[in-house]
């Protein structure tokens, strides 16, 4: 079992910025790849970003490339998601998830998830 805790979710005005925390503990955090996916209501968890065990390979989605980053901590069991430029349109409850498979595309490769944090973006 690997737990996922986020925190670093609240209210920002657009154009500003967020850094959301995802904290590991259980299994050895390294085994994981990791990534955030967000949902807004009505639609499934839609993938943000991802990045490999050892922080070496990254991917983003469309929609916030060149705005967001994802980064890892591995000596402290920690990932995080530096969120700029943000939008109304990047309103969601955004999740931490863990996979053991190392490239993360779709919710269908999560093998953990943590319970969300909620971002929101004021115009």
């Known amino acids: 079992q690997v737990q996922l805790v986020e925190s670093g979710g609240g209210l920002v005005q657009a154009g500003g910025s967020l850094r959301l925390s995802c904290a590991a503990s259980?299994?050895?955090?390294?085994?994981?790849?990791m990534g955030w996916f967000r949902r807004t209501p009505g639609k499934e968890r839609d993938i943000v970003a991802a990045i490999n065990w050892s922080g070496g390979s990254t991917y983003y989605a469309d929609s916030v490339k060149g705005r967001f980053t994802i980064s890892r901590d591995n000596a402290k069991n920690t990932v995080y998601l530096q969120m700029n430029s943000l939008k109304p349109e990047d309103t969601a409850v955004y999740y931490c998830?863990?996979?053991?498979?190392?490239?993360?595309?779709?919710?269908?490769?999560?093998?953990?998830w943590g319970k969300g944090t909620l971002v929101t973006v004021s115009s």
């Open positions: 998830a863990a996979s053991r498979i190392s490239v993360i595309r779709s919710h269908y490769d999560i093998d953990y």
């Open positions: 259980g299994r050895t955090f390294s085994n994981y790849a």
